[in-house]
């Protein structure tokens, strides 16, 4: 799977209207065929910080999300509310959910 997570700093003006200005993006990817899950976390050190960790089944999802008409819009649209450009890590993993961490088992 393409694992990527994305870190945005949004300005203080649409801070906590981010949620609402990144729907309509959120639920489109959502909707895709290849999309894993695209999930949005706000920092606890920063409010102005989103982050949103993503992933796709594989390199032809991934395509297909970067090509189509939302991603574009929010391309076109996002950074007008940012302070900054966001910064990403974007990797390729080979596994295609969420694993346990064993090192923190809950016992039934």
């Given at each position: 799977?393409?694992?990527?997570?994305?870190?945005?700093?949004?300005?203080?003006?649409?801070?906590?209207?981010?949620?609402?200005?990144?729907?309509?993006?959120?639920?489109?990817?959502?909707?895709?065929?290849?999309?894993?899950?695209?999930?949005?976390?706000?920092?606890?050190?920063?409010?102005?910080?989103?982050?949103?960790?993503?992933?796709?089944?594989?390199?032809?999802?991934?395509?297909?999300?970067?090509?189509?008409?939302?991603?574009?819009?929010?391309?076109?649209?996002?950074?007008a509310h940012l302070v900054e450009t966001p910064r990403i890590i974007n990797t390729v993993l080979e596994q295609d959910d969420w694993s346990e961490l064993g090192e923190m088992t809950v016992k039934d």
């Amino acid at each position: 799977m393409i694992f990527i997570t994305v870190k945005f700093r949004v300005k203080p003006e649409y801070v906590e209207r981010w949620p609402e200005i990144t729907r309509g993006f959120t639920e489109s990817t959502r909707n895709e065929p290849g999309c894993l899950w695209f999930d949005w976390s706000r920092s606890l050190e920063d409010p102005a910080e989103y982050v949103l960790v993503e992933a796709f089944r594989d390199g032809d999802a991934g395509a297909a999300h970067v090509q189509s008409a939302h991603f574009r819009a929010a391309m076109e649209n996002l950074p007008a509310h940012l302070v900054e450009t966001p910064r990403i890590i974007n990797t390729v993993l080979e596994q295609d959910d969420w694993s346990e961490l064993g090192e923190m088992t809950v016992k039934d």
